[in-house]
């Protein structure tokens, strides 16, 4: 780690760290640096990352990134060359690198728990975890920026579940694509066309180009579909527009997904009865809704947002 302190710092406030400094810290495994921006609080009020070198004027003091020796090197403590100030070459203690998630085999990742008429917290979405990489459900808006800060690498996920096209969970989705490296979209075909339409109209690119930022795997309603080892069963719910939830299983894990839906079982039930009074012969309509409202017999059931599911229905 090195340590910028600004000109006018004296050496009693390096000292107790009571001035604001930059930290930079060099990330293992190549030429990636991580900025922290402290105040005189020693709370950080910014952070960033970049690749490369970095010009120091002489007036600031550096502090950190000295000589080391090949053993250091090994242990991922790597010295970067910088302009030194002249007249302090002292050093500090050496601080860690910054935490690196782990991702697991099978798990998920809290982005937000909260919905799109909350002004103070994030709406909800989630990484699923398959074989060590993630597949964001529902990102919500600047998610890139909550995986950086949970030091969550972007470049471990490789996919991204969009269950409906309301903002709360496809605007996230549409930065997503945008930037970084590239992932796949897996939804159906429905969802899909309409995510194209809505966003090429909102950002004025075209749909080819938008098209062109991703791939697409088609989700099919009743046929499982495989991704990174694990399998998907797709749905559809019970929503104001076409929206998705499913059933995930891997290695004997499962994981269940319900989107956003009409999560009253006593009116899926008014829903069914007035369903098989009308499509008496769609008897694939009312397997859909009996498998809306069985138990879900798995490890981990999530819901969508909690205006849409309310946490009662999955008593």
Request: net charge positive.
């Amino acid at each position: 780690m090195a340590v910028l302190y600004p000109p006018a710092a004296s050496q009693a406030e390096i000292s107790a760290r009571t001035c604001k400094r930059v930290e930079i810290f060099k990330m293992p495994g190549g030429a990636e640096y991580v900025v922290h921006d402290i105040n005189e609080n020693n709370v950080i009020v910014g952070k960033g990352k970049f690749s490369g070198n970095l010009r120091v004027s002489a007036s600031m003091g550096v502090h950190g990134f000295g000589d080391m020796n090949e053993e250091e090197l090994n242990r991922g403590i790597v010295r970067k060359s910088y302009r030194r100030s002249s007249t302090d070459s002292s050093s500090i203690p050496r601080s860690v690198v910054p935490p690196t998630f782990h991702p697991p085999s099978f798990g998920v990742t809290v982005l937000g728990n909260s919905h799109g008429f909350d002004k103070s917290g994030s709406v909800s979405g989630y990484v699923l975890w398959i074989n060590g990489r993630g597949v964001m459900i529902d990102p919500p808006p600047y998610s890139s920026a909550t995986l950086e800060r949970e030091g969550i690498r972007p470049r471990t996920i490789v996919g991204i579940i969009l269950t409906h096209c309301h903002a709360d969970h496809d605007a996230g989705a549409f930065q997503k694509v945008l930037t970084g490296s590239p992932v796949v979209v897996i939804t159906t075909p429905t969802i899909y066309k309409s995510f194209i339409r809505k966003y090429a109209a909102l950002s004025a690119l075209s749909p080819a180009l938008l098209r062109h930022s991703h791939r697409h795997k088609p989700a099919i309603i009743g046929k499982p579909l495989r991704f990174q080892g694990a399998t998907f069963h797709f749905t559809y719910t019970l929503h104001s527009i076409p929206c998705v939830g499913f059933r995930v299983e891997w290695r004997g894990r499962s994981m269940v997904f319900t989107g956003d839906h009409l999560n009253s079982p006593k009116i899926i039930s008014e829903l069914e009865e007035n369903v098989s009074s009308v499509y008496q012969n769609l008897s694939c309509r009312k397997s859909h809704l009996n498998e809306l409202i069985k138990p879900f017999f798995v490890e981990l059931p999530l819901k969508g947002s909690p205006i849409c599911c309310p946490s009662s229905g999955l008593a």
